[in-house]
Each structure stands twice: as structure tokens, then as C-alpha cells.
């Protein structure tokens, strides 16, 4: 006689289909923004020069330059991993503009008076995000390997990858959704994001090593979310690449530092309707 399995507990069924149905909105959103690159494929081309000019002409020249990159690594193999978080700060810092013209044409209201919780609005287009910057990352690492950059091709590495620049773009372009919910005009959302990305950029290690900047700016650098990606990204992406701080650190600041954007963000997006 086969023991029969006990059924789960109402709670945890509840719990399930709670679940279930948070994960179906935030990919629902997810898929109406992702669905905007099927009709402006162009956008794609045009975001790929960046990176291209970045690292054919910056990299080439500043290769030339001793001490830029820590000892045994190829300055363009170091530059590599920075350009990569570059071309991923570039694509979500400039996100909340998207919410403007979704609130100027009426979308955004469809999006509110939806069954959607906010926290599920906010991450279904962080997401979306993550998904653009994985299309970067693509043209940024194919271009790497034709460098001669030494990429891994690990598949754990490359996973990883993947993970941090979904979590990366989720990041920044949430922040931009915040700046967009408080300033609500594209002339002055436009302003105020020429004004943060450089300073987010150049106060990183993107491009030079943190030992080699001043005690200030290397304060500055530990303070901001971008050295963290930068760092676990060249050590996932380069085979002889290291974390500084360590992968656990770098995960755990960008997963802390999103999570506390997406409470901030779901508090205001309500608000951006008004």
C-alpha cells in the first residue's frame, strides 16, 4: 500500500501563487519594454560606437602609458572590463527619460492603474534594462576578443557576468527612475544626468586602478556602486583578472544598494502621475 503525500499547507499554496503572480507582472513589464528594441533596432547600432571608440582609440593610445594598469595585465585587458560597466552605466542612467514621455503620452497611467504593485512596475523595468545592457555587453566583449583581450570563456564566468550586469543596469536605472519621479521635465532630467554620469564614471575604477588615485577620490570611489560592478565584472570577464574586494562584497554592495533604490523608487513612481 503507497503512502500518499501530504498536501502542502493552504499558507504555502498562498504563498506560491502570490509568488507566481508578482514574478508574471515584473517579466509582464519587462516584455512591454523589451519590445521597444524590436521597433528601434537602430539604437542598438548607435549605443555600439561608443564602446568601439573607447577602446580602439583611448585604449590603443593609453596603452602606451606605464603604471596604468596593474602589474602584469595588458592596460587594454584592464580597460576592457571598464569600458564593458561604461557602456552599461550609459544605457540605464538615461532610463528615467522613458518614464517622462511614458507619463506625457498617457502610458504611465495605464502602468499605475494597473494590478501591478509598484515594487513590481519598478523591477519589471529594471529588468528591461538589464536585458538592453546584455545586447552592449555582447558588442563590447566580441570586441575585446578581436583586441586579443584574454576574455574568459568560462560558462560559471560567464553566468556571472550576466548577473552582475543585469544587476548593474537594474541599479543605475532605477536611480534614474528616482531622478525622474523628482524633477518630471525631459530638459532638466536631461541636465541633471550629463551633470552625475561623468562624476559616477571618472570616480570609479574604470579606467585606472584605485591605487594610483588620491586618497579622495579613492574615498569617493569606495562609495560608489559602479567601482563594485567594475571590479567583480574584471574578474569574471578577464582569465587573469582578480576582485579587489571580492566577489561576495561586490555582489552584496550592488544587491543592497538596488534593493534600497527599488523601496525609494516604488514610493515615488505613484507619484509621478500626478
Known sequence: MSACRAAPPAPMVDLLAAVSTYLRQVFGVCAAEVQKL???PFELFTRAIQPVIWLLLFGEVMAQVRGLAPSGIPYIDFLSAGILTQSVLFVAIFYGIAAIWERDLGIL????VSPAPRPALVLGKALSAGVRALTQAVVVYALADLLQVAVSRQPAHLVGMVLIIILGAGLFAT???IVACLVKTRERFM???QVVTMPIFFAS???YPLEIMPAWLRAAARLNPLTYE???LR???LRSGTSVFGLGTDFAVLAGVFAVLVVIAARLYGRMGN
Not at 109 to 112: D, I
Open 230 to 232: 567594475v571590479d567583480a
Open 191 to 193: 541636465g541633471i544626468g
Open 205 to 207: 575604477n574604470a579606467i
Open 109 to 112: 497611467h495605464r502602468y499605475l
Open 235 to 237: 574578474a569574471l570577464m
Open 175 to 177: 536611480f534614474s527612475l
Open 38 to 40: 524590436r521597433h528601434d
